[in-house]
T-cell receptor, first 113, second 114 residues
Framework: KAGVTQTPRYLIKTRGQQVTLSCSPISGHRSVSWYQQTPGQGLQFLFEYFSETQRNKGNFPGRFSGRQFSNSRSEMNVSTLELGDSALYLC????????????FGSGTRLTVV | AQSVTQPDIHITVSEGASLELRCNYSYGATPYLFWYVQSPGQGLQLLLKYFSGDTLVQGIKGFEAEFKRSQSSFNLRKPSVHWSDAAEYFCAVGAREYGNKLVFGAGTILRVKS
């Protein structure tokens, strides 16, 4: 069974630009979550999608958004990038949610210059 | 508010020695508990999870963890550490009542000396 696939692995963007990150969950998993990992703040929850609906959202500004498609693939978008958005962005999938545990992808390393 | 504490930022053990990584949580609902491991530049790999039942859970790579409700703890153990276990370990807590998000501890970096 293929794992969680995130693309691209690395990105370098300029302040003010926007970026879209992609996540393909494990086949059959309907819940997809996104996390931001930084040295200073650790792992922080961004949002969770289930069957194309956002079920929960973390404490991030509106510049961070996401969506989920009918095949469960998910994208997250960050607009008007700031230097502080530099981080490892991790996607995780689960059959239904926390009660099943989450499988994480390898992440997308975003660097904002 | 939900919180997870991993008191040890760094731990160094000799290869072959036993290991215990501590995790304490504060959670209003009945929690689901997880341990993940992360190698540099990689994602998180699930080591083990606890939902209910037997409070001693076995995971991959020879790891086990014990849930102690009275102490709000979920410590990770391994009887004999291998050099390949050097990585960062994260304890995480989740609950359906809190929207399925995982709350992570700050992580413990394990160093293994030969």
């Amino acid at each position: 069974k293929a794992g969680v696939t995130q693309t691209p692995r690395y990105l370098i963007k300029t302040r003010g630009q926007q970026v879209t990150l992609s996540c393909s969950p494990i086949s059959g998993h309907r819940s997809v979550s996104w996390y931001q990992q930084t040295p200073g703040q650790g792992l922080q929850f961004l949002f969770e999608y289930f069957s194309e609906t956002q079920r929960n959202k973390g404490n991030f500004p509106g510049r961070f958004s996401g969506r989920q498609f009918s095949n469960s693939r998910s994208e997250m978008n960050v607009s008007t990038l700031e230097l502080g958005d530099s981080a490892l962005y991790l996607c995780a999938s689960s059959p239904e949610g926390a009660n099943y545990g989450y499988t994480f992808g390898s992440g997308t390393r975003l660097t904002v210059v | 508010a939900q919180s997870v504490t991993q008191p040890d930022i760094h731990i160094t053990v000799s290869e072959g020695a036993s290991l215990e990584l501590r995790c304490n949580y504060s959670y209003g609902a009945t929690p689901y508990l997880f341990w993940y491991v992360q190698s540099p530049g990689q994602g998180l790999q699930l080591l083990l999870k606890y939902f209910s039942g037997d409070t001693l859970v076995q995971g991959i790579k020879g790891f086990e963890a014990e849930f102690k409700r009275s102490q709000s703890s979920f410590n990770l153990r391994k009887p004999s550490v291998h050099w390949s276990d050097a990585a960062e370990y994260f304890c995480a807590v989740g609950a359906r009542e809190y929207g399925n998000k995982l709350v992570f501890g700050a992580g413990t970096i394990l160093r293994v000396k030969s």
